[in-house]
Each structure stands twice: as C-alpha cells, then as structure tokens.
C-alpha cells in the first residue's frame, strides 16, 4: 500500500492550476487541484466598462453571466464570528508540540459549508504568507462523508482521491474493487504537511457507524498533527455521541456527562425583527455593491428588504441562489435590474419550509 502513495500523480503547482482553471469546467474541491484553485482564485466583479454595451445579446459564457453565476461571498455575523474562533484554536494548535490537537465543530442550518471552506482558505492563506506554496505542500484537506462508511477503507478512499491517489484492484476487469489506503494516506498527510483536515457532512453517518467514524478519525489525530473540523446539520450531537462511543438515541437528555468540550461555531438563519435588522441590511448591502448591472440603482435591494427575507427566510443559500439567478435573467432579457416583479418570476425560495 506505500507503493501508492509512492507512485500517486503529483499535483501541480498552484501557478499552473491558476493557469488551467475555467469557469466552466471547475475542479471538485474534494480534490487537491479544486481546492487548491479555491485558495487561489480571486472572485472580482467585471467592469462594466470593459463588458458587452447595454442592450448586446449575450450567452451564458459572457463575463457578466458567470460572475453573477458565483458572486463575492457574502460574510454573515455567524460566519464572520466562526472565522475569528476558527483562527484563535488554530493559531494555538499550531504552536502545541504535544498532546491531539483541538477539533472543531459546525453546526445549524444553511452556510455550514461556506464557513467550513471559508476557514480553510483562511488558514491556507496565513500560512502562505510564511510559506511559499509548491506542489508537495497540502496544508488543508476537504473531504465529504463517503456514502459507505463500513469499515477503515470506506474512510480512506476519500482522502486518497483528494490526493489523487489509484485505490482500486484490478480496474480493468470486471471484479474490480478498492483497497484500504489507510496506510498511503497517512504517508501522504506527513509528506505534504497537512495540519488541517476538513470534513463535510458528518450528518450521513450512521448511528452504527458513529464508533467505528470517531476512532478513525481519532487514530488519524494520535499518528499525525492534524486540526480537524466537523460540519453538518446536527453535528453537536452527533460528534458528542461519536466521542464517546454512544448512539445518539441512547443519549441521556437531562444529562452532561457524555458531553465533549469541542468548540462549536454555530450557523443560523439571519433574523430581521424589530431592532434586529441590521445584520440583514448589512448583508444586502454586500450584495448590492456587488451587482453589475446597467440600470441597477445603489441601494434599491434594501427597498426590496422584506420582500427578500420573506421569501428566502434569512438562509443565505437561499438568498444567494435568488438573488444570483435574478440578476442573471435581468441581463437576459435586458431590463438589467432587480425588481420585485423579476424576484416574483424566480423559483428559488418559494416553497421554503418553515422550520429548521
């Protein structure tokens, strides 16, 4: 199983990802390339100077249509606090020679995601300010919760293919199957000096696979120097349980005791009651000065401040995707603004549930 880790395809520099990157084809995160790319890539509105006249028909390719497919991410409260917490248990993790390093939990509703690679990114990015970036170097792994996740090998293959490691025997006939890449994995994590591993919904796993998950993940943190943060709709419980090797139906509710002592950044639903509308409009407002449309008047999405609540719920997934594919049909059909009409003609955002 060294072999593999031995023979794996090296990545290449971050100069050359920035090179092969296109909009239309991106890289998944969960490899090394994608993520890389993530780190990397500067998100920047066009200039409307150098974009196609007003009233030029345009296609799905045009600069404007894919910038406003993928707008400069929005920071909300929760996320500006997760990122602030996030750096002050790294920071202390890096400079602790012994002992497992502290791991973190995100938890709630809609933005767990954005904040986890958010984090990420952060953190890659101080330590490039040390360090010069090269194709070896791996500081931050992002992996999703594989769909099976029976034993040591369901865990490994999604590293392996982060690292674009082959796991499989004998591919080419009929009877192919993965192998455990445990072993490569770890070689790999040493050799590209990983300090920070990213793991994304942790609410697929079983409640009869919450032991086996957690000792994995803890043997992984007893052989290497390794952060990790643990994302997914009720991930307090299901990490809680998961350390202490109980099923989360067995827990007992009036009690403490099985409680872990992980810090928790939490995500929830940005409010817009009375004396609590700040935070929406503040959110608006990044979204209005990020807009690049011909007829789009300064401020006129917080005309649209309840309307917009009302729809999305204060779930920024929700709100991004509408906002996002508005401002998309108005360059379409060039009325190049955002109008109440236009977000009524939208499918984003209708049929959200009321509850978490």
């Known amino acids: 199983m060294m072999d593999a880790a031995r023979t794996a395809p090296k990545p290449a520099a971050p100069a050359a990802l920035a090179a092969l990157w296109s909009p239309l084809d991106p890289e998944l995160l969960t490899v090394r390339e994608g993520f890389m790319d993530f780190v990397h890539r500067k998100l920047e509105p066009p200039d409307l100077q ?48 012994t002992g497992k390093r502290m791991s973190m939990i995100i938890d709630g509703c809609a933005g767990k995601t954005m904040l986890l690679l958010q984090i990420g990114r952060a953190y890659q990015g101080l330590l490039e300010t040390e360090r010069r970036p090269d194709s070896e170097w791996t500081p931050v792994v992002y992996i999703n919760v594989p769909p099976r996740h029976e034993s040591n090998m369901d865990w490994s293959l999604p590293l392996a293919d982060f690292f674009g490691m082959d796991h499989t025997v004998n591919i080419d006939k009929r009877t192919y199957r993965s192998t455990d890449m445990t072993e490569p994995v770890i070689h790999a994590i040493r ?39 643990y994302s997914g709709r009720g991930a307090t419980d ?29 995500i929830n639903p940005i409010p817009f009651h009375a004396g609590q509308e700040e935070g929406w409009r503040t959110v608006l407002r990044a979204y209005d000065s990020n807009l690049r449309l011909y ?62």
């Open 238 to 266: 299901i990490v809680n349980e998961g350390l202490h090797n109980r099923r989360r139906s067995e827990r007992p509710r009036t009690s403490e005791q099985f409680r872990s002592s992980l810090p928790v950044m939490r």
């Open 191 to 229: 050799e590209s000096r990983t300090s920070l591993l990213l793991i994304d919904g942790i609410d697929r796993i079983h409640d009869s696979d919450l032991a086996g998950a957690f000792d994995y993940f803890d043997c992984l943190q007893a052989r290497l120097r390794l952060s990790v943060i």
């Open 50 to 97: 150098d974009c196609a006249p007003k009233g030029t028909k345009v296609t799905d390719t045009d600069p404007r249509m894919i910038y406003h497919g993928e707008m400069i991410p929005v920071s909300t409260p929760d996320v500006t606090q997760g990122l602030k917490d996030a750096r002050r248990t790294l920071r202390t993790n890096r400079f602790r020679p």
């Open 295 to 356: 007829d789009h008047e300064p401020g006129s999405l917080l005309d649209l401040e309840e309307e917009l609540h009302e729809r999305t719920g204060g779930y920024m997934d929700t709100l991004d995707q509408l906002i996002c594919q508005t401002a998309q049909q108005a360059i379409e059909d060039e009325t190049e603004a955002i109008t109440k009409e236009a977000l009524d003609d939208m499918f984003a955002g209708r049929n959200d549930p009321d509850d978490d």
